[in-house]
Structures are given as C-alpha cells and as structure tokens.
C-alpha cells in the first residue's frame, strides 16, 4: 500500500514499500508528484490517489528501481533475471568475477559509483598477488609418504573432502588448486606450507581478465538505467582496459606434420582427437560433444550441434554450441573419416571387455568405460605431451589447433567465407580479425605469384 505525504512546497511524496533486502533492511521506493497550477483540492486529491495506484504498479512489475541501492544487492537482482537467458559456464564465470567486484565497490550505493572508483578497481586487478587461481605443487613424494604412513588414497580423500582423482594427479607431478591442496594436507595430517607451495603468487590478471570485469560492471549498470535507478553507467564514461591484440599461436606446415609424426606413438584415444581437432578447426567443446550419429561416413560430412562443458557442481554436461552460426555441417577429410571408423572399432573392443560397467552415451570419446571424456583431461595430456616434444615443436595449447587448421586454410588459398563457415563464425569480420595474420601472408603470397606469372611476359614485351 502506497503512503502518500503532502509536502510544504505543495507537492507530493508517494512512498511504496517493495519488501526487504539481503541485510533485512526494508526496500523503499518513492517518488514526486506536483499537482497543476488551477487545479481544485478535489482534483489533486483525486490526481494524487492515481499517481500513487499507477507508481504502486510500475513498483510491483519491477519497472521502478532505487539509486540508493548497493551495488551488490543491484548485482543480486540482476544475476536472478539474467538466470534464464545466460549459459550455465557463462553463469558460473559472471558470478565468480562478482566475489571481487562486490569486496571492491558491491557496498557502494549504484547511484554514488563513479569511473574513479572503476579505474582504481582496474589498477588493483593488474598489481600481482591477486590472482585467484593461482596453483599450487607438492613439496614431498606424495606417493611415497602416503606408502611410508599406510594411508590409501581413499583414507586421503575421506578425511581430507577431496577427490581421489585429485590425489593421483598430484601423485602424478601435477600442480593443483588451494583448495585441493589444503584437502591433501588435511587429509595427511600436515600443514598445508609443509606439502605445497604456491606457483606464480606474484604474476598479475591479464589485460584481457581484467576487461571481463570491467563489460560485467558495465552490463549491470546499463540495466539500472534501463530500470530507471541510473540517469547514465559511469562505465560509459571510464576509460576501459586496453587489450593488446595478440596473433594467436599456430603451427606452420611443416610443424603440424611434426606433429602427426609425433603422435603416432600415442595412445589410440589421443591420437584420434588431437588428428581430429587439427584436420576440423573444432573448439575443444564442440568434439567431445560429437555423437556417433552426428558423423555421416557414406557422405563424408558432420553436423555440429552440441558441446560437451564441464562445471564443478554440475560434472560433464551437454551444452548448445557458442552461438547460432556455429551449428554447422562440414565436409570431413578423408583422413579424419579413416581415423574415426578404426578409433569406432578400438571403442567397440572395449565396450565388450567392460561388458555391464560400459556407460551408454553414443558419445565418439570416451573413458574406458563409455563415460563422457572430461574436457580437461584432454588439455592437460596435450599440455604434457607438447612439454615432452618441446625440442621438436613450440609450445602451443589445445586451443592452438583450431588457429593451425584456420591458418593453413588460407595459406591454402580456401575463400575467407568457407573458412568463416567451418569455423563457426557469425561472419567472416571475425575470421578476418582472428587471423588478419594469415590473410596478410597470403595477400603477399599472391603479390609475389603475379610477379612471377607476369614479369616474364612485360620482360619480352618491351624485349
């Protein structure tokens, strides 16, 4: 129920409770009425009654909104709208980038930010020492000191809350996260500075990190203007991080057939997906989301529809594709048919030595066991593997692949718009940004073969 108080300069306070906030503190909106010179006591009375039913209303469809509100409870509203519309990673990443943007200005009143306190916000993201993901290695032979205490790995994991796959990784050399680090040293019985030491404590968030931060921000203060608690964002007028665009990093041709040779040791299930991801240019999400039926042998084609992503709450679940052009169906080379119908038949054999533990999905890779492959599994054994070859090739990430097969397109003379289709892009202005490097080769390439093809023929005809 609207309140209504007259006010001595002959206007209107309207007031409209709008329930309490996370601290408990009741939310208030109120605005101004001021009635119309001539207008009888009958007729304002009257006017004001609707004013308050009409602003009563547009309070409880939400369409009236509060600069006086904390950033943080603003963020709050915000996150529950956006719920429906946003992707579950992309979900999980805003509502991790808001544990700082809240310690940082989430006390601050929405209506008092200004782009001060934006860029000295930025300036504390790229100073070293913040970084939240910084890993951690083990100082001791985990695996020899648990065989020395005569404690199982699952004994580790129980008193300790953590995982026993993360248990074997570390066995295994592999750094961790704090938080499976302090689950080991519990688990152990250790102080956590007596098994792990931190890695990489002082090297700052990357320009492009820090830019995130700053589109989030910008996102949830637009919509306080659309729901009128802003007049305008302060990021509108805050200088944004600058990001220093980057060639990505690819292999040329000679070093992707290095790398063909190299994997022809390795175990049937990574050789096929790193072969695969180099010869389609798919994201890593993309692959792991294949199904058998996706693939068309008798053709040679392949739909992509589907992505395979991975969230600590959630396990592996099946996701849509990064956008609508990236639903696509492309033509498979020979040799990516050829490596699926043997890794098909190597899938078969040991779906019958699992016999009931085989875990039915369809999915092309797999565990052992049938079960969805982990999309960082994939990641870290690429890691390892280019880390063992570094004499032979220079050091690339998973992600490299997809830029090697663009890359080697264009070199190849393949129209800008085919490549853009293969790869999912909205629209061939993606492409040309991604790989301005590539084009720039091959527009000089093209340079020097019409030097070649013509100089001969002006030479004889001024001859």
Same mark, same amino acid.
């Given at each position: 129920m609207?309140?209504i108080k007259?006010r001595?300069?002959?206007s209107y306070?309207i ?6 906030d996370?601290? !408990?503190r ?24 609707t004013?308050?039913?009409l602003?009563e209303?547009?309070?409880a469809q939400?369409?009236?909104?509060? =600069?006086?509100?904390k950033?943080?409870?603003f963020?709050t ?6 719920k429906?519309?946003? %992707?579950?990673?992309t979900y999980?990443?805003y509502?991790?980038?808001?544990i700082? +943007?809240?310690?940082?200005i989430?006390h601050m009143r ?5 782009p001060?306190h934006?860029l ?6 790229a ?6 993901d910084?890993?951690y290695?083990?100082l ?8 020395e205490?005569?404690?199982s790995?699952?004994?580790v994991s129980?008193?300790g809350?953590?995982a026993?796959s993360?248990?074997?990784s570390?066995?295994k =050399?592999?750094n961790c *996260? ?5 689950g080991i040293?519990?688990?152990l019985s @250790? ?9 990489g404590?002082d090297?700052?968030? *990357?320009s492009?990190t820090i830019?995130h931060y700053?589109?989030l ?10 729901w009128?608690a802003l +007049?305008?964002n ?15 990093r690819?292999?040329?041709e000679?070093?992707?057939?290095v790398?063909?040779?190299?994997l022809?040791?390795?175990? @049937? ?11 389609t ?15 068309d042998?008798?053709n ?7 992505s ?6 959630r396990?592996?679940?099946?996701d849509?594709?990064?956008?609508s052009s990236s639903n696509?169906?492309i033509?498979?080379?020979q040799?990516?048919?050829t490596?699926?119908?043997?890794? %098909?038949?190597?899938q ?15 999915r092309?890779f797999?565990?052992?066991d049938g079960?969805?492959?982990h ?8 890691t390892?593997?280019i880390?063992?070859?570094?004499d032979?090739?220079?050091y690339?990430s998973l ?9 080697l397109? +264009?070199?190849?003379?393949?129209? +800008?718009?085919t490549?853009?289709?293969r790869? !999912?892009?909205a629209?061939t202005t993606t492409?040309g940004r991604i790989?301005?490097?590539?084009i720039?080769?091959a527009?000089e390439?093209a340079a020097?073969?019409l030097?070649s ?5 002006l030479n004889r005809n001024?001859?």
């Amino acid at each position: 129920m609207a309140t209504i108080k007259q006010r001595n300069n002959g206007s209107y306070q309207i007031t409209v409770s709008c329930g309490y906030d996370m601290n !408990g503190r009741q939310i208030r909106r109120t605005m101004t009425y001021t009635p119309e010179k001539g207008m009888t006591a009958r007729q304002i009375d009257k006017e004001v009654q609707t004013q308050a039913v009409l602003f009563e209303e547009k309070c409880a469809q939400g369409l009236v909104m509060d =600069g006086r509100m904390k950033f943080a409870d603003f963020a709050t509203e915000w996150m529950k709208h956006k719920k429906v519309e946003l %992707r579950p990673k992309t979900y999980a990443t805003y509502e991790n980038l808001l544990i700082r +943007i809240n310690a940082a200005i989430g006390h601050m009143r929405i209506d008092r930010i200004q782009p001060r306190h934006l860029l000295s916000f930025y300036e504390n993201l790229a100073e070293g020492g913040i970084r939240a993901d910084t890993k951690y290695k083990c100082l001791i032979d985990l695996d020899a000191y648990m065989k020395e205490h005569k404690l199982s790995k699952a004994a580790v994991s129980r008193s300790g809350n953590t995982a026993e796959s993360n248990i074997l990784s570390v066995t295994k =050399g592999n750094n961790c *996260s704090r938080k499976t680090a302090e689950g080991i040293a519990e688990g152990l019985s @250790l102080p956590l500075r007596e098994v792990f030491s931190p890695i990489g404590v002082d090297k700052p968030l *990357s320009s492009k990190t820090i830019l995130h931060y700053h589109r989030l921000i910008s996102s949830i203060l637009n919509t306080a203007v659309e729901w009128g608690a802003l +007049i305008s964002n302060p990021c509108g007028r805050t200088k944004s991080p600058r990001v220093e665009r980057k060639d990505p990093r690819y292999l040329d041709e000679k070093q992707a057939a290095v790398l063909l040779d190299l994997l022809e040791g390795e175990e @049937l299930l990574y050789k096929t997906a790193i072969r695969f991801l180099l010869f389609t240019g798919l994201r890593r999400g993309e692959m792991l989301g294949l199904n058998w039926f996706d693939v068309d042998f008798d053709n040679s084609i392949m739909q992509v529809c589907r992505s395979s992503q991975y969230l600590p709450d959630r396990g592996i679940y099946e996701d849509g594709t990064k956008n609508s052009s990236s639903n696509r169906v492309i033509k498979l080379p020979q040799t990516a048919i050829t490596d699926l119908k043997r890794y %098909r038949t190597h899938q078969l054999q040991n779906r019958l030595l699992m016999g009931d533990r085989w875990q039915e999905s369809d999915r092309i890779f797999t565990t052992m066991d049938g079960s969805p492959l982990h999309p960082d599994t994939l990641s870290r054994w690429f890691t390892k593997f280019i880390k063992a070859h570094a004499d032979e090739l220079p050091y690339i990430s998973l992600h490299s692949l997809r830029h090697t097969n663009a890359t080697l397109q +264009i070199a190849g003379g393949v129209p +800008i718009t085919t490549v853009a289709s293969r790869l !999912g892009h909205a629209d061939t202005t993606t492409t040309g940004r991604i790989y301005a490097h590539a084009i720039k080769s091959a527009d000089e390439a093209a340079a020097e073969t019409l030097e070649s093809l013509l100089t001969p023929s002006l030479n004889r005809n001024i001859g």
